[in-house]
Nanobody, 127 residues
Framework: QVQLVESGGGLVQAGGSLRLSCAASGRTFRRYNMGWFRQAPGKEREFVAA???????????DSVKGRFIISGDPRDNSKNTIYLQMNSLKPEDTGRYYCALDLSTAAKARRTGYNYWGQGTQVTVSS
């Protein structure tokens, strides 16, 4: 089993920044492809960003390109921790942000096919 724990959410004014973190623990014996998703009230969960296990490839939703940055922790190859730096936040970025982990061995920044999910962290952007 793999556990994912997100942190860093909160309340911020439009134009502000937040940095989300996600740490994987449990049966994590190597690096994994990981991603961020979000869900606003009354809406379906949507893809935000992904990073492959090598850290060499990332993918961002069009709605966050130029504002959000996804990164991994380069200090330890056995550590599965990712970050989501969110800048120039807008009210429409409000939602619960979830971290996800993909068990496949191919290095790929995926938008689908994740096996494990965290409980999420709330991000609220006020206008």
């Amino acid at each position: 089993q793999v556990q994912l724990v997100e942190s860093g959410g909160g309340l911020v004014q439009a134009g502000g920044s937040l940095r989300l973190s996600c740490a994987a623990s449990g049966r994590t014996f190597r690096r994994y492809n990981m991603g961020w998703f979000r869900q606003a009230p009354g809406k379906e969960r949507e893809f935000v960003a992904a990073i492959d296990w090598s850290g060499g490839s990332t993918d961002l939703a069009d709605s966050v390109k130029g504002r959000f940055i996804i990164s991994g922790d380069p200090r330890d190859n056995s550590k599965n921790t990712i970050y989501l730096q969110m800048n120039s936040l807008k009210p429409e970025d409000t939602g619960r942000y979830y971290c996800a982990l993909d068990l496949s061995t191919a290095a790929k920044a995926r938008r689908t096919g994740y096996n494990y999910w965290g409980q999420g962290t709330q991000v609220t952007v006020s206008s």
